[in-house]
């Protein structure tokens, strides 16, 4: 019989008991307010700092014209207005698209089944330690090595793929194959992490589901589909907001590879933001763009949340 | 054990955690504060100058010019700092956003319009009137390259040209190269020269009506398609060959002129290579850069700058290599000539000290030390003299560098106008869609065009 206690149990003491508090009788009741806000204030510090600020600056440079080097001036909606009509934008949205559809889609039902396997088949520690090794390899590192191992001429991939008789690929350099390329390569680095979370979600399933649905006979396959995946709802739904979320902010990957791949196939929404500030300078038109992927973003959450009925557990 | 804060009377023990939050939230704070306070200092009438630039290979050069300049100047001392080029510009920008930017800077003619337009760049007209620094003693138009509206914004420091580079082992016979045409029709001996290059897998040259373009073992002519606006490793010289400009005017022009004919023409001859099997695909490029894939044996021919003659010449280099003279075309034999100057940040604190070092840097006394080292082409002339017997006694021929920088009509400025980055991107964008085949180049290049414009409006 399996059990998960190792996993799911409370601790099997409390913490020691201070001898000097509980001499003096029964606990003063003590107001750990102040302190509290006290262990807060770094993390509240860096969040005002390092995100709330910008996030207001960010607003406010979307409305003016700004370059970094002048003083930024009040335009209204100007930026928001070019930003419909700018052609350049909707394209790298639709990349994006086309990205995130085949990244997410992949490496969820990956993930899915990975996770399956651990918590039915074995939970070896080892095994769950490997499958995170890709997801702490520098995302930058990711970009390099597998624009090497595509390499037309010199990666191993197209080695591999001579080996067995095929036509070498210009992964990366090919239009058509650039960006399913990079969709795929984030998969390999993100599916174990994902699979991780997902099977935490599955050790929340009480065992004896699986033992009762098993003595009447239901398969494994039956069981997943009856047991786990409903069960699972709420974190799959979690799971897969906070991926479409980071999936939707891919960079790294990509601005590594640019160069050498063709007609800015895979120039995704956080690459065009980035250029427009970075490179051209265009520091309010960038903060717009930035903000309606916050909105995009937004809607996107919510319709996933409403969807999913993420915040019911079938299980209470 | 238990530690013996846990034993202190309640009070203590939360002032003590009181204090150790505080402590640590001012820590925090400190800390990136710490991180940002390194910047020139002035301390008692010595001074330090930041000084930029972004090629490893000349740092020793501009090294030994700056242990000259402060042995006469001994209260100036000069801190250099060498960031990679794909790196260069984006770090200064960040810099001058912050008002903290170098003191003086290696400047490039296409990126220094923006910095114009941003009033970063100090004018140094002023300076150049006071000291009489003589214009003359530079290659002809490269001190014109760094003037606006009367304004000066750097002194020149160097100069490069293009040629055809090819491996010695896949081209034995050199016959001819240094008399080659070229036209967008046929490709004149230039395209036999490519053909006669390429090899396919059983051995027959592009020359032979059996040659096989899908299983090609050696490319005739290696490509640069991530070339910017300018072409300048490869279209843009054939182009200006063949009659095409840029620009109503350079510099500071404001209505380009990708939509000319000229141009579609030339981009047009370059995708027959590729459908020829003369030159890879764009898929079928390696990822790692031309100056490898040359260094593989898998192309003969490409189009380099003089700056990469170290690379071709020198020890490191895996394969034997010649340069020639470009082809000639229609319009004559063209290459591009580019400079790059240095730049005084507008902002430092230092400008008479700056204008000392930036006065030395575009002088003989430094170029002559740089020319020496043979890295770069000086711009002041003594110091090319210099750098052409430096490879002269090192057995590297570099005429066809300098014979095609002298000749008359020889060369081209390349475009200088705002909005250099966007156009850049634009344009490789248009022109890479031509070569892996999804437009045609006159529309491409047209739309394109209209873009560009579009920026000047």
Redesign the interface.
């Given at each position: 019989m399996r059990n998960s206690l190792a996993v799911t149990a409370p601790p099997a003491s409390g913490p020691?008991i201070?001898p000097?508090?509980v001499a003096g009788g029964p606990r003063?009741h003590?107001d750990d307010r102040r302190?509290a806000w006290?262990?807060l204030?770094?993390v509240l510090?860096?969040f005002a700092v390092f995100y709330l600020y910008p996030t207001v600056r960010g607003v406010w440079y979307s409305l003016t014209d700004y370059?970094?080097?002048?003083t930024p001036s009040y335009v209204g909606a100007d930026n928001y207005t070019k930003l419909i009509s700018d052609a350049q934008f909707w394209t790298s949205l639709r990349i994006t698209g086309y990205y995130v559809l085949v990244n997410i889609g992949t490496q969820t039902l990956l993930a899915l089944g990975l996770a399956a396997l651990m918590h039915r088949l074995t939970r070896s520690v080892v095994l769950r330690a490997t499958l995170l090794l890709p997801w702490l390899v520098p995302n930058v590192t990711v970009g390099l090595l597998w624009?090497?191992m595509l390499?037309?001429?010199?990666g191993f991939v197209n080695h591999l793929l001579s080996a067995i008789g095929g036509e070498?690929?210009?992964f990366?350099?090919?239009?058509d194959?650039a960006m399913p390329s990079i969709a795929l390569i984030n998969t390999w680095a993100y599916t174990g992490y994902t699979a991780l979370l997902l099977y935490a979600g599955m050790l929340q399933i009480p065992p004896h589901l699986y033992e009762s649905a098993s003595l009447d006979g239901a398969g494994e396959f039956r069981m997943f589909r009856r047991i786990t995946l409903p069960l699972l709802r709420p974190i799959l739904a979690l799971v897969l907001v906070v991926s479409l979320i980071g999936s939707f902010q891919i960079f790294d990957t990509v601005a590594v590879t640019e160069?050498?791949v063709?007609?800015?196939a895979t120039r995704v929404i956080y690459l065009y933001i980035y250029?427009q500030a970075?490179?051209?300078?265009h520091m309010g038109y960038a903060a717009a763009v930035a903000m309606a992927l916050v909105l995009i973003l937004g809607l996107l959450t919510a319709v996933q949340m409403w969807l999913l009925r993420a915040s019911r557990s079938d299980l209470t | 054990m238990t530690p013996p804060a846990l034993k202190l009377p309640e009070r203590n023990s939360m002032s003590r955690r009181l204090r150790a939050a505080a402590a640590l939230t001012v820590a925090a704070l400190a800390l990136p504060l710490a991180a940002c306070s390194a910047e020139s200092g002035d301390d008692g009438g010595k001074v330090t100058l930041n000084y930029w630039l972004w090629d490893d290979k000349q740092l020793p050069a501009y090294q030994a010019c700056a242990d000259e300049f402060t042995k006469a100047n001994p209260n100036t001392t000069i801190k250099f700092t060498q960031t990679a080029w794909q790196q260069y510009w984006q770090n200064l920008t960040t810099q001058l956003a912050s008002g903290s930017a170098p003191d003086v800077w290696t400047d490039h003619a296409s990126y220094y319009p923006q910095f114009v337009t941003s009033n970063q760049i100090l004018d140094i007209q002023p300076f150049v009137d006071k000291d009489k620094v003589d214009l003359n003693q530079y290659q002809a138009g490269l001190a014109d390259l760094f003037v606006k509206d009367g304004k000066r914004y750097g002194l020149p420091k160097d100069w490069d040209t293009m040629a055809l580079v090819y491996n010695t082992k896949l081209v034995p016979d050199a016959s001819g190269l240094d008399k080659l045409t070229w036209n967008p029709g046929d490709g004149g001996s230039f395209e036999q020269a490519i053909a006669k290059a390429s090899v396919d897998a059983q051995g027959r040259n592009g020359l032979d009506p059996a040659f096989d373009k899908n299983t090609v073992k050696v490319y005739g002519f290696l490509p640069e398609w991530a070339d910017g606006s300018q072409g300048q490793n490869g279209w843009g010289d054939l182009a200006v060959a063949n009659g095409f400009t840029y620009l109503d005017k350079n510099p500071w022009g404001t209505k380009y002129k990708y939509d000319d004919p000229k141009l579609a023409e030339t981009i047009g001859w370059f995708k027959h290579l590729i459908d020829k099997g003369y030159a890879p695909k764009f898929d079928k490029q390696s990822t790692i850069g031309r100056d490898a894939t040359m260094d593989s044996g898998q192309a003969a021919f490409t189009i380099v700058g003089s700056w990469t003659i170290g690379t071709y010449l020198g020890t490191g280099a895996k394969q034997q290599y010649a340069f020639a003279q470009l082809p000639t075309g229609p319009a004559g034999r063209k290459t591009a000539i580019n400079g790059l100057s240095d730049a005084i940040y507008a902002g430092t604190k230092h400008p008479n000290q700056a204008w000392s070092w930036v006065k030395f840097l575009g002088s003989s006394a430094c170029q002559d030390i740089v020319g020496d080292k043979a890295v770069v082409f000086p711009a002041v002339k003594s110091g090319t003299d210099k750098a052409l017997a430096a490879h002269k006694a090192a057995g590297r021929n570099v005429q066809a560098f300098t014979d095609q920088a002298t000749a008359s009509g020889g060369t081209f400025f390349l475009p200088i106008t705002d909005h250099g980055n966007e156009v850049s991107q634009i344009v490789q964008d248009a022109i890479q869609s031509v070569v892996v085949g999804q437009a045609a180049p006159a529309d491409a290049l047209k739309k394109a065009n209209d873009q560009v414009n579009g920026l000047f409006k």
């Open positions: 020691p201070d000097g508090s003063r003590r302190v006290l262990f204030a770094p510090v860096g370059s970094l080097l002048n624009m090497w390499d037309t001429n010199l070498p690929q210009g990366l350099q090919n239009s194959l160069k050498v063709p007609v800015g250029k970075f490179t051209y300078f | -």
